[in-house]
């Protein structure tokens, strides 16, 4: 019922920078906690970012001073500012929204930093 639409992915040099959006469906926005995932070729999808309904933060030790997130109620869209892009960054990054016991996942949105 809920869907999750990524958007912003691409192709970036090393330092450069780029913006995810994830746009929500549904009237409920406000109420969910939301998060920012990625995952790497041959690797296990690990937590990059994330924020809380009341837009407390909370970010990985790989983003923290590169990578801001936040949200747009008004919206419904939670957005991934990346700056400072490393090829390791490199990977499929997923949102997540989550509210009471519900999870829902977006298809993902694929970075890739690269010369």
């Known amino acids: 019922q809920v869907q999750l639409v990524e958007s912003g992915g691409g192709l970036v040099q090393p330092g450069g920078s780029l913006r995810l959006s994830c746009a929500i469906s549904g009237s409920r926005f406000s109420a969910y906690s939301m998060g920012w995932y990625r995952q790497a070729p041959g690797k296990q999808r690990e937590l990059v970012a994330t924020i809380s309904s009341g837009s407390l933060t909370n970010y990985a030790d790989s983003a923290k001073g590169r990578f801001t997130i936040s949200r747009d109620n008004a919206k419904n869209t939670v957005y991934l500012q990346m700056n400072s892009l490393k090829p390791e960054d490199t990977a499929v990054y997923y949102c997540?929204?989550?509210?009471?016991?519900?999870?829902?996942w977006g298809q993902g949105t694929l970075v890739t930093v690269s010369s």
């Open positions: 997540r929204a989550t509210v009471m016991a519900s999870v829902y």
